[in-house]
């Protein structure tokens, strides 16, 4: 979906560390910032360079206790990101030796929705896609059924 939003020259902002998918992005051409490990939830009142285009958010904000603050304030005017959602057969992710790798949220689409609208975004796309196992058992049946993650495009004025 990326590609549709804004051509392969521009500059992204990407919330969190380095990672696969920023990686991937520069191959693809994008110059890509990111906020280098830096505490989002305190740390919320982000300076962006001028030069950025788009910010992007892959699998980040579920792990803030409060992702409101940070993308009510965010002075960009386009917003790229994606959640894991809520699914009924599935305790939210939870890493017990590393508390920054816990999921405070999985969000329903509506509930995700919902919280860019309060914190001043409008969306114009969204996608949903799902993450089959190669295992074996009833959760990774249901798994290749059901639409896991929610990608969603915003802009603000």
Known sequence: MLRSILPSNSIIYDLGVENPLSILMKESGYKVYNTLGKDLDIDYKIQLPKDVNIVTGFEILEHLVSPYPLLKNLKAKKLFVTVPLKIWFSKAYRNKNDI???HYHEFEDWQFDWLL?????????REYWRNPSNKIGFRPILRFFTKRYYAVYAERD
């Not at 609208?117 to 796309?125: Q, R």
């Open 117 to 125: 609208k309060k914190s001043g975004w409008t969306i114009k796309k």
């Open 100 to 102: 920054r790798d816990c």
